[in-house]
């Protein structure tokens, strides 16, 4: 059990996180219900933006931002078996991105930063609104530096020793954040801001836009990162198994560290300012992110075999009904695979140079990102917050059933919502859109899939009140002794790692190093080519 400071520290992140998570799930949920034919014309589109940028700011910025740094800061502790080092700066940082929400959010609520998650200059929102985005970013630089200090400080008093899988995989996604968040820091703060702020009334849109793709993609895998460190980490664990291999989990958080930066800007195929050479080198890349994702379905796919067989399973699938299907975590990683595989193979389409312009910007993106990272993502934190809950109050969460209900629900809910706006996308559907025509020849044929992907909405919100109660719960649930909390064991001790699968340098080297081959010439061309800005668009 964590000590009583950390876990104030992580339940004050995770409280925070869902409760930020569910507000913009109520958001998401309004949104879907007046574009649908159920809805008559809002009347006033601007109410629409408005509530889509606070729903992805909060779901792309605030909610997995807290849950990382939380779970990083219980791993510290459970991992590596020493007290957090740092508590009041760690608290210092919870509070820049408590105030830095709060900051972003007030201006979007009074409709002056209608500029959606990504921004999209020219427009040009309340300068605070990119102040509070900046704290929250710089909230979390704070946990990174933390993270890395605590574990220089593990390595000082254990030389020559393995480092934790958890805490390897934690600071991998750490060193991901700071520096895929660069990016957008760079964009805010050198493009965006000096025009929020009246210093300057044009802006340089399509720089803009590389910066932002800096961080576009790449923050999906931060996003990522702490359900892969519970597919590796807590799952075989908890279900009676062992980890197939320790070495194959690390080459695939070495993986993603490298692979996941310099991709972005396949999300700018029809962007005129990028050249198609760029593309074609940024859409090879996208393909070997694939590589980490097949080794872990892999290799996870392995553990489970190994808990099956363990408890009694024989023959080439019979081992399967063996599993223990009513742990809450073995159905968040079955439910999780199957979301996982439905979007990676939409996104298979996205880097495409030729298919993506069947689809860009249509609904087809919409429903691929939520499959990712509402469903694939999203499920498993809902597992980690379920496994260290009990560690966290010091009280039963033995509520299984309620769960797994959970669990079905949220599944359930978010095929039903992503499958449809992936048809539609095919089918043409815009995204970002306010109000659609359902009268119209071309719009009416998809207006029965819209209905259904608000009734997929309904249930994502039955399931994300079930998993508040829940949590609430536990707290009011009878008080227990708790065994030492334990991460997964490999199956095979092989006691010392090969240093490259033990530490961060030479990788964080070939992760800067591609990124700057890979955006160092569209940035620098763009820098040096002339009248490349556009009159600004402020918000009002």
Known sequence: MLNVPNRRLVLAHFWLAFIAFFLALILGEWQMYIRSPLSAWLGNPELYYRSVTAHGSAMGYVFPTLVAMGFGYAIVELALKQALVGLK?????????????????????????????????????????????????????????????????????????TVPLAMFANNAGAYLWAWTSVGAAVEILFLILPVALGFKTTIDAGLARVFFSW???????????????????????????????????????????????????????????????????????????????????????????????????????????????????????????????FGGAGGLINMSYQLDFAIHNTQWITGHFHLIFGGAIVIMYFAVAYDLWPHLTGRAL????????????????????????????????????????????????????????????????????????????????????????????????????????????????????????NYGFPIAQLINTPNTAVPAVPIR
């Open 89 to 161: 700066w760690a608290w210092l940082g919870f509070g820049l991105v408590v105030v830095g929400t709060v900051t972003a959010m007030v201006p979007v609520a009074l409709g002056k930063a209608s500029v959606l998650y990504t921004f999209y200059p020219p427009l040009i929102a309340n300068a605070f609104y990119y102040i509070g985005v900046v704290l929250v970013v710089v909230g979390s630089w704070i946990w990174v530096a933390l993270m890395a200090i605590n574990l220089r400080i593990w390595r000082r008093s254990h030389p020559g020793e």
């Open 215 to 341: 961080t576009l993609h790449a923050i999906v895998y931060f996003w990522l990162m702490p359900a892969y460190i519970a597919f590796y980490t807590l799952v075989p664990r908890a279900i009676g198994g062992r980890l197939y291999s320790d070495a194959m989990a690390r080459i695939s958080f070495i993986l993603f560290l490298v692979f996941s930066m310099p991709i972005g800007v396949h999300h700018l195929f029809q962007d005129p300012q990028v050249g198609t050479g760029v593309k074609f080198l940024h859409a090879v890349f996208t393909g070997m992110v694939s590589v980490p994702t097949l080794l872990t379905i892999f290799t996870i796919c392995a553990s489970v075999e190994i808990a099956g067989r363990l408890r009694g399973g024989t023959g080439k699938f019979a081992w399967i009904a063996k599993l223990p299907w009513k742990n809450p975590l073995m159905l968040a990683l079955a439910l999780s695979f199957i979301m996982l595989g």
């Open 398 to 517: 033995d509520c299984w059933k309620l769960m797994r209900v959970q669990l079905w629900l949220w599944f359930v809910g978010m095929m039903v919502l992503t499958l449809p706006w992936h048809w539609v996308g095919i089918l043409g559907m815009p995204r970002r859109m306010a109000y659609y025509d359902y009268t119209a020849a071309d719009l009416a044929p998809m207006a029965l899939s819209v209905i259904i992907t608000f009734s997929g909405g309904l249930l994502l919100l039955a399931s994300g009140v079930l998993f508040l109660w829940i949590l609430f719960s536990g707290h009011r649930a009878a008080r227990i002794e708790l065994p030492q909390f334990s991460f997964s064991k490999a199956a095979h001790e092989t006691g010392r790692v090969p240093a490259a699968l033990n530490g961060f340098a030479l990788w964080l080297a070939l992760m800067i190093g591609l990124s700057l081959i």
